[in-house]
């Protein structure tokens, strides 16, 4: 599943850029295995219905596929997977360049308040149970300014993933953190 999924047409980006699908991906994503509709829906804390009509329109450009079926008493259960999880937009494809910018401000968007979301739960729970015995491994929080021609960008962008995929295991006497990582060009 490493594959690099391109997201080709106006239309495609359209779908995969709404915000509400961008969380039924992400819960794809933690979950690591496939899901029914109401899996889906219990990790969102959402209703099935709703996110039902999300990953039919996600199965119409081939971001989920049907995994497999299970018979659950007298009832057909569809197990959903993500074709990958790597996604990547062929700008160059793109004909309505004032949709293509909603739709990326939308997705960052979406990403960055996700990591809030988690940010203030952590810092809720913090507050509450006032478990502070080692506050630097609590979290950690930085913005930085680096400088990159074209070769190094790629090689930078090739080495965080490298990174992020090498702590992506899981196990014994490991806590899960939160990571969010982006970078653009500065044109200002």
Do not use: C
Request: no cysteine; charged share 30%; glycine share 4%.
């Amino acid at each position: 599943m490493n594959a690099i999924r391109q997201i080709e047409s106006d239309d495609e980006i359209k779908i995969f850029s709404d915000p509400y699908r961008m969380k039924i991906i992400n819960a794809y994503i933690k979950a690591r295995k496939p899901l029914t509709v109401k899996g889906v829906a219990d990790i969102m804390g959402e209703v099935p219905a709703k996110v039902h009509y999300h990953v039919k329109k996600l199965l119409s450009i081939d971001i989920l596929v049907l995994d497999h079926t299970e018979v659950i008493n007298g009832i057909t259960a569809k197990y959903y997977k993500l074709t990958t999880e790597q996604f990547k937009v062929a700008y160059q494809n793109v004909n309505n360049h004032e949709a293509l910018f909603d739709s990326t401000t939308n997705m960052i968007l979406s990403v960055v308040d996700e990591f809030k979301e988690d940010i203030m739960k952590g810092a809720k729970y913090l507050k509450q149970t006032h478990e502070r015995k080692d506050e630097s491994r609590n979290g950690y929080i930085d913005k930085e300014e680096i400088y990159l021609n074209e070769e190094e960008y790629f090689a930078f962008a090739e080495e965080m993933r490298a990174l992020i995929e090498r702590y992506q295991v899981e196990g014994e006497q490991k806590a899960v953190y939160n990571i969010f990582t982006g970078w653009f060009k500065k044109y200002w």
